[in-house]
């Protein structure tokens, strides 16, 4: 069965450092997301992307973040200048139509130094 | 503010008991109510609901959302220990969008 694929599995960064976390949603979907889990939190909205622009975005989701579909296959979260705050776990999804459940990958665990 | 409640936070049962798993919401522009199981790594999706009243099967595993009453529960029957997972309740806004709006989730341990 397809599925959504995330790399790195676990990225260590010093704080300040930018990190980009990969994703490859599965091929025919057409609706991708970020999320972002805190530790001991709930699973939180980051941003939504369709036909190649962001189609919304929470507050979480200021300058310091940013997303990129560079190719036909991948789907990336920069984060520059990383803060202690931003460690968490950032999952993507993706779905293909309107009606269909998203799909996640396994997520990016980041801890930020 | 919109809002998604799940109850118990967690819960231990011997193999072969039956539970039942509670989420209940305060969102606006609500579309539909899904449940995932997570393990170790990856939400995994069970059932999406839009209407009210009409159980969804898979399996042990049943699901039904009361849109009056704005809740809905997520029942496991005859549990065994791959059962064991946190289940994680998510609204899904209307709009071409959908984003998600989250529980907390419930964390089921099933003991042999």
């Known amino acids: 069965e397809p599925e959504v694929t995330q790399t790195p599995s676990h990225q260590v960064t010093q704080m300040g450092q930018e990190v980009i976390l990969r994703c490859v949603p599965i091929s025919n979907h057409l609706y991708f997301y970020w999320y972002r889990q805190i530790l001991g939190q709930k699973v939180e909205f980051l941003v939504s992307f369709y036909n190649n622009e962001i189609s919304e975005k929470s507050e979480i989701f200021d300058d310091q973040f940013s997303v990129e579909r560079p190719d036909g296959s991948n789907f990336t979260l920069k984060i520059r200048s990383t803060k202690l705050e931003d460690s968490a776990m950032y999952f993507c999804a993706s779905r293909w139509q309107v009606n269909q459940p998203q799909h996640f990958g396994d997520g990016t665990r980041l801890s930020i130094l | 503010e919109d809002k998604v409640v799940q109850s118990p936070l967690s819960l231990v049962v011997h193999e072969g008991d039956t539970v039942t798993l509670n989420c209940s919401y305060e969102?606006?522009?609500?579309?539909?109510l899904l449940w995932y199981k997570q393990e170790k790594k990856a939400p995994t999706f069970l059932f999406m609901l839009t209407s009210s009243g009409i159980e969804k099967k898979s399996g042990r595993l049943s699901s039904i959302l009361d849109k009056k009453e704005l809740f809905s529960i997520l029942n496991i029957t005859a549990t065994q220990t791959g059962d064991s997972a946190i289940y994680l309740c998510?609204?899904?806004?209307?709009?071409?969008?959908?984003?998600?709006?989250w529980g907390l989730g419930t964390s089921l341990a099933v003991n042999p």
């Open positions: 969102v606006t522009n609500f579309r539909s």
């Open positions: 998510a609204v899904q806004y209307a709009g071409n969008n959908r984003k998600l709006i």
